[in-house]
């Protein structure tokens, strides 16, 4: 119990280094994402990502195999966030307008940081043909998991009556747009943006009562 | 009245000639525009269009002086035919709400056709400095004819109250990414896509008499 503790060895313990591998690994995918967002996939080299690291091309390889295994980690954790929400909102309580307004908002906010962003500015060309695949496949399955959503509405009445395809596209298209214009030196946080376009979206642009 | 027509002569009058030319600048433009959107504007050759067209790349330098005053003109036409529309329905009576459905009925018509697809898939990094300054500007001011009438229809009580800049953007996204889904070979009809997502936005995804 008073033993001197035993001199502490210079080298990382095992769970260390992995710790320390995963935390260097994030910092270039955190890296990469941004300059995609701000110059274009085809415009960011390796050579950029490991520059804005303080490193040489070689170190990135430690962690990935190429730039198209960056791009595609960078959009499958954006679509990932999204089937999570997904995920959640199926498990939850609530007519189907309830679970897709849970939805909604935090699809929205998704749309505001760096993965998310990368998922609606990537255009499929920019993958390659596997990676397209693969990336085509899960933002089916979200799709898919709004789209559910929708329809539950449609059936318990608490979602105006169409086409569940169409509506999940409308809804979806004014969420992912987002990801296009958010600015975060503007004037509205991500949560005042998110509850702003989930209101117009839910309750529509006419104005209830003056509708004919 | 009766003297026999001169005889013609085998080289084009003037404005056939303009006529030929520009039916030809037309060619490129359509070859051109439809390679961006299927391949991506970074992986289409200027030798992509001339072989598309059974020509050389030196005769596409006749029309364009390179693949950015091409992709210019591509983004140009998209953004003009929305704006034409805002043009048309400022000039339009009724409410802001009747106008605005006018607008974005016709707004989602061109997001169907390859300029307007364009439009939306082009990122301002694929476009030259100059050209994406311009690109911007215009699209700044389709933003801005549609925020007036959203502004006009909050004023006349006809569009719910919200903020006009997040509602534009919310609608304005809805009907950008049509052109990211939209496949001719799909069951519905550009104007069927139009009237379902317009019908969606203006009535909103909640059931009218059931909303709390």
């Known amino acids: 119990m008073s033993s001197s503790a035993p ?7 095992p769970e260390d280094r992995d710790r320390e591998r995963g935390l260097k690994r994030e910092a270039v995918l955190r890296t990469a994402v941004s300059l995609f967002n701000e110059k274009g996939v085809h415009a960011t080299s390796l050579e950029d990502v ?11 390889y430690h962690y990935f195999a190429n730039k198209d295994e960056i791009l595609f980690e960078c959009v499958r954790r954006g679509v990932e966030g999204i ?9 939850q309580g609530g007519n189907g307008l ?16 760096d993965f998310g962003i990368c998922v609606t ?20 399955e979200t799709d898919t998991l709004i789209r559910r959503v929708v329809e539950q509405g449609m059936r318990d009445g608490s979602i105006a009556p169409g086409d569940p395809r169409l509506v999940t596209f409308t809804l979806a298209g004014a969420l992912n747009w987002i990801a296009r214009w958010y600015d975060p030196r503007g004037p509205m946080t991500p949560e005042e943006i998110a509850d702003g376009c989930v209101a117009t979206l ?4 006419a104005t209830r009562d003056k509708e004919k």
């Open 7 to 13: 001199s502490r060895s210079p080298w990382p313990r």
């Open 83 to 91: 089937r999570d929400i997904g995920v959640d909102v199926e498990q």
């Open 50 to 60: 490991a520059k804005a690291l303080n490193v040489t091309k070689p170190t990135i």
């Open 202 to 205: 839910v309750h529509g642009l």
């Open 98 to 113: 309830e679970r897709l307004k849970a939805y909604m908002r935090n699809y929205a906010v998704v749309m505001t940081n």
């Open 121 to 140: 500015r990537t255009a499929d060309h920019e993958l390659s043909p596997e990676s397209r695949a693969r990336f085509r496949e899960m933002k089916r």
